[in-house]
Every structure is written in C-alpha cells, then in structure tokens.
C-alpha cells in the first residue's frame, strides 16, 4: 500500500445503509479498502442523535438477520446503535414511542387509517403536517394516499422523481390538447369542463351528459348542438359549453400551422386562465403556476428536438412517456418550509428525517419487492468488486427498509394490507415486520390481535372540525440562486413583468422582432461555424438566413416578407465591415455562469469571442434594435460588465482585465462600439448584482406602469 509522511485520506461508510446496488455501493469496497491501506485506524460511531432506542433497537434486530454477510459479523465489531438524549422529550421518555402496527383489508383502508392517525396524532401532540413522512417503496404506489389527502383537504407534496403529468393542473391542459386532437375523447373533455375555470353547475353537465348517450353522440358533438337541439340546462350553463366549442373550433385551425405548445398558450390566454394563473396568493397556487410553467418548458424542449411538434405528435408523445413511468421533476418549492405531509420513496428518503414515518405497503411482493433480472447483465469477469453471496436482492431490501426505519426521529408506524390493486390473493405481511419487532410468524399472522409491541389504532370518522384547507397556506420568501443582464434589465423596466417571465416562465408568442433578431443571430453562428474558403460569402449567409428563418410573429406574409429583405440588408452591409473582415471567431454562442457569492450564480451567453492576438480578445454582441448608447452610457453598461466578469473567470476564459475589449455591433447603422472596464469597475460590480437580488427577493413585483405597458407581451395580465 502507498506510505505518506502525512496520511490525511478518510472515509465514510454503512453497510447497513448501503441501498444502491445500481450505482456500485457493496461492503465489499470496505473491506478491499482495509486491505489496500493496513494502517488505517478504525472509528465505530455507535450514538445516534435523530432516532429513539426503540427505533433503534427494533432497527438493529432487523439488519442483524443479514449476517454473516455484514461489516459487524465480518470484522467482529458491534454496531448496536445507543440513542443520544438530545432533546427535552427523550428525556421524559429515553426509550421513545412504541412502534406500531395498522393492518387493514384493503389498500383503501390502509390509505384512511394512515390519514386519520395523522389527524389525530397532529391534534393530539401539536405537531406540524410536515412532521409525518409516509414512505412508500415505488412512486406507483403513492396514488392512494395521494387521493385520500386531497378527499380530506390535508396539504401534501410528493418529495420523489418525477409527477409534473400528474399533477392536476397539468393533466387539464394534456386533456385540452386531447380534445383538439380527438374531439370525440369524451373523458378528456369531461376533465376540461370539471376545472374549475368554467364553473359549470354538475346537474347542467350530467344532462348534457345523458343525452349525449342516448342519442350516441360524443360529448363534444352533444354541446355542438346545444343551441339547435335544446336542453334543459340553465342559460348560463349553456353559454359557458358554447363558448368552449367556440373555443375548440378557432383553435383546431390552428393545428396545421402552429405548434401544440402555442396553441396551448393561446388556450390560457383566450380562456382567462393565464391571468387566473399569475395572481396567485398562496404556496399551493404558487406551485399550481410552477408545474404549469414547468409543463411549457417540456414542450418547448420538445419543439426544439422534434420536427413535427403539432398536437397530434404531442399528445402521442405524451401518452407514451406517461405510460412508461416517465415524468419530469414538479416545481421544487423548499419543502422544508411548507407545512405538508411528505410522500417519497424510501431511496428518496435517504439522508433525510421526520418526527414521524409511516412505512407503507408491507407485504410481499411490495415491500420486500421482487427481484427483478437486469436486462443486460454484466459478465461476472468484468466485475472487480467481490461479489455477495446469499440471497442479496432480499438483503438489500432488508437494507433499505432499515432506512426506512431509521429516518424517524421520535415514532414509527408500520402499516399494511390484505389486497391491493385487483388482486384476489391475500398478501402475506412482510417478514421484516417480524424481523424488528422480534416476533414469532405465529403472532404475526394474527395481527389483529392486540399485542404489547404493536397495539392496533382503529380510528373513528373524522369530525369535520378536523379538516384543515391547504389554500390559506403563505408564501414563502423568493430566494434567488441565478440571475442574468436580462433579467435584472427586466425588473428595472417592470418587476411585474419580470415575475411573469423569469419566475413563473409564462409563454408568449414571439414578436417579430425577436424573430429578427434571432433569425440574424444564427445565421450568423453557422456562417463562422461552416467552412467559407472559396465561397461566395454572401450566397452562403443568405442562404443560411433562409435555413434559420424564425417566421413567427408578423402580423402578415407582407410584414415577414418586409422584415426578411431587412435581415438580407442587415447581412450584406455586414459582410463589408471590418469586423467581418478581421474575423477571428475563438468561440459562437459562448454560454457562461460564474458565482459571485457563494448562493448567487450569473448566467449568460456571448454572441461571439475574437482573437486578438497576444492573448487579447474581442467579445461581440449583436444588436439587431435601434437603440444605440452613446460611449457614457457604453462605458458603464451592466451586459459589458458581465461579459468582463466572465472573461476573467479563472473557470471559463481566465483573461486579465486589461486583455479584455467589449463591443456591440448595430446591424441597422452598420456600426461597432466598444468599452472596456478596469478592476475596481468589476468590484462594483458584483456589489451591484448582489444589490439586484436584494432588491428582486423583496419586491411585491407591482406593474411599473411605464411606457413599456402600450407594448407589453403581458399587458391583459396586468391589473394597474
């Protein structure tokens, strides 16, 4: 083993945690690494400051069955965990709560119970909802819980992967885009006209409904004849269902010319609930304008990678990644400060803890699961860790559930069922059950029998005095991580604006003159990118111009055409300059981020970086507005700062200051101007974005109610 005068390497390690197989975690790196460094010294924590000794012994009971393939039976230590008295409430009782056990028939009653102890429990104790944990083993496996908590109006927030196309707010805009591309989907136009948008009287909806059945028709096709073939339905009622088909049918001519994701945004545009959307009060409003935002953003991910984005491909699309499990993350709101009950799978669960944890779902076949055989196996040769023997999918199952238990710091349940899902075999209880609480098969097999270890709670109907609402929950305070120049030029100008485009991301069409802009950019990009030599140059950017053509946002094929001849203008004037004509592109389209303190990150992205030789360099951003700053203005401008900011970077270009030239080129004059900036200005600076965010992190974000609000994208948002 390699000998240093100054050994200074440690590591850190549980097999009794060990939970990822996939990722190469094995006890047996433990071990080789005594064997590769014999001289390390040996440190066995023994005290646990988050669980009960009960937790901890029932625990210890458990993983102890793992033996002999353990670091404990392995090495002959002890790793019998002892409680720490750390808090006031261990002290009254050292040894904690008792852990026990709700066995119910089905999974249903599993799910009502679990939710009435919480009740309860909270009541009884005066705890918080964000104190209790139901850990399940799978995502799948969370739904009824899930819908139990929302029928009993108790917050909650899945802490695991995925979930944004569950989420309902997001599965009534999937169901929107359903009913364009079949409008004979009546249980996706059913959700539709349940959100609570319309505010269609139910009794209105189940007669529309009805006839619709007897007469053979979609539900679609039923509201289409609203109006000539009348039903007893209130007026409002019918005007709302007309309104919709109205909707539906300007909307489907959209579909051959624009995408699924602008057609969706002209929904909650036309609709009103993009401005129901961004008035929003409470944490749970807040994160209903998140997952939506968040839902655009997939699809305009989509867009860029596809060719055909209309609706048709959308919503295939969308069926299929949600019948494959696949889900991109939900709005991350800091969970640590919304009171709600937590759902999160016992991976998930890994590192974290909770006063009280409820382990769901304890049978066989859920928890421990079945093995499953990897789909590609690795060949034992190619293998260099050494390989476990015995049964090693149950041990690892027993591993994760000694997780599972010991992320409780003061009271742990256990809780299971008879059937689950459709299943018509009674499920056996879990042997880990058994395994922690010491005892023997023939008592658990009677769980309804009351026993001094696991005592049965049978709970009865919930008082409606218990029900506490989730909407009147606050607001948390906006912490920003990154900013960028173009976000903070957006809150100066408007901080309603910047609330709406850089916190919740809401979509708006494009202007014609982002199109300009971004079409002349990236011809621009492939014209350094692309090999020029013996080239007509101005045939090559001209047809690059056509390849990149953005043709959104005119308001007709003459102002395209019109905007298209500028662009052309633009180029041609271009290619005569001396900035093109000394072109030295080191970088196009040079993304950036550096820190300025350790919890604020500046992003950015440079049009162009030149060599100037001697290690000077030129950076280059392309203006395609009319706006031009006079050198006063140039000279203390926030984007060359930044862009300065971000060449000294020792991460991304590593320049001197005084190697660094700054220069905006205006296509509409022809002409370049440049800056440069010296230290102390760089200094300032970081004060000045530092000051940004303090600024942004306490605004009510009010309309500014500036000249901006005659053009603005968000003007039917704003209430000024």
């Not at 899902?421 to 879990?430: A, I, N, V, Y």
């Not at 903070?488 to 982002?514: D, G, V």
Request: hydrophobic fraction near 35%.
């Amino acid at each position: 083993a390699p000998s240093y005068s100054h050994p200074n390497l440690s590591v850190v390690g549980d097999d009794s945690q060990s939970i990822y197989k996939f990722r190469g975690a094995a006890i047996s790196n433990i071990l080789s690494f005594m064997k590769e460094y014999p001289e390390s010294k040996q440190v066995i924590l023994t005290t646990s400051y988050r669980c009960s000794q009960t937790i901890l012994d029932a625990a210890y009971k458990l993983i102890k069955h793992n033996n002999p393939h353990t670091l404990e039976s392995q090495l002959g230590i002890s790793k019998n965990l002892k409680a720490g008295q750390n808090s006031a409430q261990r002290d009254q009782n050292p040894n904690g709560e008792k852990i026990e056990l709700f066995h119910s028939e089905r999974v249903e009653d599993e799910a009502e119970k679990i939710v009435n102890f919480i009740r309860q429990y909270k009541s009884d104790f005066k705890k918080d909802f964000k104190d209790f944990a139901i850990l399940v083993r799978a995502n799948n496996h969370s739904q009824s819980f899930i819908r139990t908590l929302e029928r009993a109006k108790i917050p909650y927030q899945f802490l695991g992967p995925g979930m944004l196309f569950q989420r309902p707010e997001v599965k009534e805009l999937i169901a929107y885009l359903k009913v364009l591309a079949d409008f004979t989907d009546s249980t996706s136009l059913y959700r539709v006209l349940s959100m609570d948008l319309w505010q269609i009287d139910i009794r209105d909806l189940i007669a529309v409904l009805n006839v619709a059945k007897k007469a053979n028709h979609s539900l679609f096709e039923q509201m289409e004849q609203i109006i000539e073939k009348p039903i007893n339905i209130s007026s409002d009622s019918k005007a709302k269902l007309k309104s919709l088909v109205d909707l539906v049918h300007r909307q489907q001519k959209l579909i051959k010319k624009e995408t699924a994701g602008q057609i969706l945004y002209y929904f909650l545009l036309d609709s009103g609930l993009l401005k129901q959307i961004v008035d929003y009060k409470t944490q749970a409003e807040e994160r209903r304008a998140l997952n939506i935002t968040k839902f655009f953003d997939r699809l305009k991910s989509y867009e860029a990678t596809h060719e055909d984005a209309s609706v048709f491909a959308v919503v295939d699309y969308l069926d299929l990644a949600m019948n494959m499990g696949e889900s991109p993350l939900a709005a991350e709101i800091d969970w640590t400060e919304n009171d709600a009950v937590n759902i999160l799978t016992v991976h998930s669960a890994k590192g974290l803890e909770f006063p009280i944890v409820i382990l769901t779902n304890l049978v066989e076949g859920r928890f421990p699961s079945r093995e499953r055989n990897e789909q590609i196996p690795i060949p034992v040769e190619l293998i260099r860790e050494i390989l476990p023997t015995g049964d090693y999918h149950l041990q690892e199952e027993r591993r994760l559930f000694y997780v599972g238990m010991t992320r409780a710091e003061e009271k742990l349940i256990f809780s299971a069922s008879n059937y689950y899902g459709e299943g018509k075999r009674e499920r056996k209880l879990s042997p880990f059950i058994s395994e922690s609480l010491g005892i023997d098969k023939q008592a658990q097999k009677q769980p309804y029998l009351q026993n001094s270890q696991i005592p049965l709670f049978e709970w009865k109907k919930t008082p409606d005095h218990w029900v506490e609402e989730a909407k009147t929950q606050p607001l948390s305070k906006l912490k920003l991580d990154y900013l960028s120049y173009s976000a903070i030029e957006a809150f100066r100008i408007c901080p309603l604006h910047f609330k709406l485009r850089y916190i919740l991301r809401l979509p708006t069409a494009p202007t014609a003159a982002q199109s300009l802009g971004n079409s002349v950019h990236y011809a621009l990009r492939d014209f350094y990118t692309v090999q020029r030599s013996g080239k007509n140059e101005k045939k090559l950017l001209l047809s690059l111009l056509d390849t990149n053509w953005v043709g959104y946002g005119y308001t007709s094929k003459k102002h395209e055409q019109q905007a298209k001849e500028l662009a052309k203008l633009f180029l041609q004037n271009y290619l005569k300059t001396l900035l093109h004509q000394t072109a030295r592109p080191l970088y196009l389209e040079r993304a950036f981020n550096f820190r300025v303190d350790p919890s604020l990150k500046i992003l950015g992205k440079i049009d162009r970086i030149d060599d100037l030789g001697d290690g000077n360099i030129e950076i280059i951003d392309y203006k395609t507005g009319t706006n031009v700053p006079n050198q006063n203005r140039l000279n203390t401008d926030l984007q060359m700062t930044i862009y300065a900011l971000a060449a000294v970077n020792p991460g991304i270009l590593g320049k001197r200051v005084d190697q660094v030239k700054m220069s905006f080129y205006f296509f509409a004059n022809a002409k370049k101007i440049s800056t440069v900036r010296s230290k102390e200005q760089l200094n300032d600076a970081i004060n000045q974005l530092l000051k940004a965010r303090e600024e942004i992190e306490k605004s009510d974000f009010k309309c500014s109610r500036g000249i901006i609000c005659r053009n603005c994208e968000y003007k039917i948002l704003c209430n000024e």
